[in-house]
């Protein structure tokens, strides 16, 4: 008799270990909402995510490591719209242009991610998800020969991972 019961009880385990391994698991990446927020924002796809737009930069005046009111601005609209779509993290590359020591440079390009970092904490981004880095002068955008090359080159970068 408990023979009987076996086969059709080893079926129904088969039947619903075949079921659990056809759910699908989670998304990754990004939802279309928040694609389109990015979008909206001025971001660009790139190889490591999706990068602010250099037609909408966070630029710093010459030595100077501080937003200015309309940067601030920016950061601040910027933080706000990630956080209404549920990105609680970004990466802030920090940039300078090729003026003075690479040293030197390298420390200003650190304090402006950490400028922005700051100002994006204030809107609610958790300190502990926004990653910053220094670049220096490594990777201009423009020429540094001339004075509206150093301006462009002297920015942040903001990026949010895709995955």
């Known amino acids: 008799m408990i023979q009987c019961f076996r086969f059709p009880f080893i079926m129904l385990v088969l039947a619903l270990l075949a079921l659990t391994g056809c759910q699908s698991a989670p998304p990754k990446g990004l939802s279309a909402e928040q694609i389109a927020v990015l979008q909206r924002e001025g971001f ?9 737009d250099l037609s909408g930069k966070v630029l710093f005046g010459s030595d100077l490591d501080s ?3 309309a940067s601030q601005a920016i950061v601040e609209r910027i933080g706000k719209a990630l956080l209404s779509v549920g990105i609680q993290g970004v990466r802030i590359d920090g940039h300078a242009d090729a003026s003075g020591k690479a040293a030197y440079n390298q420390q200003l390009s650190e304090r402006r991610a950490q400028s922005v970092a700051q100002a994006l904490v204030g809107v609610g981004m958790p300190a502990q998800n926004i990653q910053t880095r220094g670049l220096g002068s490594t990777q201009p955008v423009a020429d540094n020969r001339t004075r509206a090359g150093r301006t462009e080159n002297r920015r942040v970068s903001i990026v949010v991972a895709s995955y």
């Open 44 to 52: 660009t796809p790139t190889e490591e995510g999706w990068a602010f």
């Open 67 to 69: 937003l200015n009111a």
